[in-house]
């Protein structure tokens, strides 16, 4: 849980207007079915449990006038206490405090230079719940955008300082000759981009965006078919390597004991090209039909033919390694 880390001055409940001195007030209203308060500047709190703030009473809290205590005495200046909360009690879902008046306000009240009263509380940043009453004062301006900060503590601090309509309209990226309203407006625009981004999100457009599972799907279903369609080339390939070697032995023009020569390097695309064009050009060395002794002279073989090493430079084969490979196919030992 997010510590409760600022106050809030925005309920603003009118006085009996009949000259009395009450000794109860109301502090925070019961909450609506929402199980929020709210101010009369729209700000809205959760409080749903006036029982658990009125237990973290733990010692008489100030009633001033217009939150001095909350903004002037930070600065060092005089905030008089005009009362003093000495009991909260929870009722029906509300906050009520009896309070001791002093001779100052007392007077206020019976003279009605006061009509209301502000409370101001810490909340959860996070879940905006009311977690203690910090003071409350005496006012006239039923309407008081006055949000003070402090660094983290429950209670007030001196680091205390009411946000100005300057820092807002530097954070709404408004020009400092901006209004109230244009601040207000520049919210509401916001919060609606909100509304607007969240739906979008909710319910994304199909023509950019599918359910992961249906990718993944069709994922799957394209690496499939790209490794039948590899395994399909393989085949043909081997195939048309096979068909070309057969028709160069039928031909005579290489010998069936270089056949698995051939097919090694006719193992990539690009081999089975310069075997076709070596083939092409390459005279009959065997006649068609006839045996000839796996392929080598009688007594062996030395040294390549010159068609053999036209063989060699057209396919990039060194020549020591052909004649190797054809004494091992011919039963040839490495000295032969």
């Known amino acids: 849980m997010s510590k409760p880390a600022a106050l809030a001055a925005a309920l ?10 009450p000794e109860w007030i109301e502090l925070i209203p ?5 199980g929020m308060v709210r101010g009369t500047d729209s700000r809205a709190w959760r409080f749903g449990n006036a029982a658990a703030v009125a237990a973290n009473f733990s010692r008489r809290l100030p009633v001033d006038i217009n939150h001095s205590t909350e903004i002037k005495a930070p600065k060092g200046e005089p905030s008089p206490a005009v009362g003093w909360i000495e009991e909260l009690q929870a009722r029906n879902g509300a906050l009520w405090g009896r309070v001791t008046w002093t001779e100052t306000g007392a007077n206020a009240l019976k003279g009605r230079d006061y009509r209301f009263v502000s409370p101001v509380f810490t909340y959860d940043r996070a879940s905006t719940d009311i977690v ?11 309407n008081l955008p006055l949000a003070l900060n ?20 530097v954070a709404l990226k408004l020009a400092e000759s901006a209004t109230e309203a244009e601040a207000v407006n520049a919210i509401h625009a916001l919060n609606a981009n909100l509304v607007t981004a969240t739906n979008s ?3 994304p457009d199909l023509a950019k965006f599918v359910p992961r599972a249906d990718h993944d799907a069709a994922l799957g279903r394209a690496v499939n078919a790209e490794t039948a369609l590899n395994a399909v080339k393989t085949t043909n390939h081997q195939t048309a390597v096979n068909a070309e070697i057969d028709a160069a032995i039928a031909a005579g023009k290489v ?19 310069k075997f076709k064009a070596f083939v092409a050009s390459q005279p009959v060395i065997v006649k068609p039909g006839a045996i000839v002794n796996g392929g080598l002279p009688a ?6 033919s010159a068609e053999q090493k036209a063989l060699c430079a057209e396919m990039g084969v060194k020549e020591e390694t052909y004649l190797a490979e054809l004494k091992a196919l011919n039963g040839q030992t490495a000295a032969a």
């Open 12 to 21: 603003c409940f009118v006085l009996a207007d009949d000259g009395l001195v």
């Open 299 to 304: 007594g062996g073989q030395t040294t390549l």
């Open 150 to 169: 402090s660094a983290g503590s429950v209670d007030p601090s001196p680091e205390l300082a009411p946000m100005s309509l300057k820092a807002i309209l």
């Open 201 to 203: 999100a909710q319910t």
């Open 132 to 142: 203690r009453l910090t003071s409350a004062a005496l006012v006239n301006n039923p």
């Open 30 to 34: 019961a909450p609506g079915a929402d």
């Open 255 to 273: 010998t069936p004991a270089s056949r698995e020569f051939y097919v090694a390097t006719c193992a990539s695309q690009d081999g089975l090209d």
